[in-house]
């Protein structure tokens, strides 16, 4: 996966992105850190692909975050899902674990 890639992406990603990579991005992006096995993760999984999917144009990053995985730890990751709202490289607002698409929504309006 290019770091650049639009849409949703239902994969976590084990490439090692760097904060300053992210920085670089151009638009709109989520970065969503968690894990496969995450019980939250999964849950939330279906609210957030239900939202992402509605912005055309939006980058979809799902990052495997977890022990030796420094970027979760530049962001200040602490619990999973954690959703990352950015434009242009910059953190716009976030959202720990989501409980519905209403939620997501309310993040994704923060880009508005």
């Known amino acids: 996966m290019k770091i650049s890639d639009i849409g949703f992406n239902s994969e976590y990603v084990e490439e090692t992105f760097t904060f300053e990579q ?27 692909k239900e939202v ?5 144009g939006l980058s979809h990053i799902k990052i495997y975050d977890g022990k030796g995985k420094p970027l979760g730890r530049a962001f200040k990751v602490k ?8 434009r ?3 953190e716009v607002a976030r959202l720990v674990r989501p409980l519905s698409s209403d939620e997501v929504r309310q993040l ?3 880009l508005n």
């Open 22 to 48: 992210i920085g670089e991005l151009l638009g709109d992006a989520v970065l969503e850190f968690g894990a496969p096995w995450c019980g939250h993760c999964q849950a939330a999984s279906s609210a957030i």
């Open 52 to 56: 992402v999917t509605e912005h055309a």
């Open 79 to 86: 619990l999973w899902p954690t959703l990352i709202l950015l």
């Open 88 to 90: 242009d490289g910059n």
């Open 108 to 110: 994704m309006s923060k």
